[in-house]
C-alpha cells in the first residue's frame, strides 16, 4: 500500500473523506516534514507509514469533533499537529497554529505557503504569554495533543475560549482515567461534554480524546 493509499483508507476508518486534491496536500506536506527533518528535529518519526499513521491520521481523528466554520487554536503545533490536517480536511476551519520554537514556526509558514492554504496562520510564541498576540476569549475550539497533566493544560487553554467552546485534548489510552484523577478543582471549572475512545487505523495505537467545556 502506498502512502496516499495507507492515508485514504485510515481516513475514512476514522469516518472522514480524503479527495484527491487534500491526498495531493498531503503528500506535499510529507515531503516537506521530511526534507526540513534532515535540517531540524520536527519529529522522531522517519518513514513514511509512520508519519501518515502517527501524525496525519491521529491529527485527522480530531477533526470531526471541530464544527465547520469555527475558529481554532493549536496549542503546541510542533510540525503543524493537528492543525494543519484538520486545515485540509476541514477547508472551512480558520486555524492558528501557537508553537515556541521558532524553527518549527518557520516549517510551518513554509508548509502554509507550499500548500496555499488560506486562513491559517502560524505564531511563535507560548500560551501562557499574555503578549503573544493572540485574542483571548475568540476561539470555538482549542485543541493540543501535549502531554502532561490535564489541569495544566486547561489552564494554559481556558483563556482563549469564546463563551461556548470547547478544548479538544487529544491523549493516550489512559485519557478516560486521566479525567477522572483531574481533581476537584477541575471538575468546578470544566465539564466532560464528550468522550471518544478509538485505535487509530492499521497501527492500533489506542486513542482518547475529551472535549470539555466550562462548566
Known amino acids: 500500500m502506498n502512502p496516499g493509499e495507507l492515508l485514504c483508507e485510515g481516513a475514512l476508518r476514522l469516518g472522514v473523506e480524503i479527495t484527491p486534491s487534500m491526498a495531493g496536500l498531503f503528500m ?6 521530511k526534507a526540513w527533518n534532515r535540517k531540524i528535529n520536527l519529529t522522531s518519526l522517519r518513514e513514511d507509514s509512520d508519519i501518515i499513521i502517527g501524525h496525519f491520521l491521529d491529527s485527522i481523528s480530531a477533526a470531526p469533533f471541530v464544527p465547520a466554520g469555527s475558529r ?3 496549542i503546541g503545533s510542533g510540525a503543524g499537529f493537528p492543525g494543519i490536517p484538520i486545515k485540509i480536511v476541514s477547508p472551512s476551519v480558520d486555524v492558528t497554529l501557537l508553537e515556541s520554537v521558532h524553527k518549527k514556526v518557520m516549517f510551518m509558514r513554509e508548509v502554509i505557503r507550499a500548500l496555499g492554504l488560506d486562513g491559517v496562520t502560524a505564531v511563535w510564541g507560548r500560551a501562557e504569554d499574555e503578549r503573544n498576540g493572540i485574542e483571548r476569549r475568540g ?3 482549542v485543541v493540543t495533543r501535549a502531554v502532561g497533566p490535564i489541569p495544566d493544560i486547561l489552564r494554559l487553554c481556558e483563556p482563549y475560549l ?3 467552546g470547547r478544548v479538544i485534548l487529544m491523549r493516550g489510552q489512559r485519557g478516560g482515567d486521566e479525567w477522572e484523577e483531574a481533581g476537584a478543582g477541575v471538575m468546578k471549572r470544566f465539564r466532560l461534554a464528550e468522550q471518544s475512545e478509538f485505535k487509530l487505523p492499521i497501527g492500533g495505537q489506542s486513542r482518547v480524546i475529551l472535549t470539555v467545556e466550562r462548566a
Do not use: V
Open 28 to 33: 506535499r506536506y510529507l515531503s516537506e516534514l
Open 72 to 74: 481554532l487554536l493549536d
Open 139 to 141: 476561539f470555538d475550539r
Open 162 to 164: 469564546a463563551p461556548g
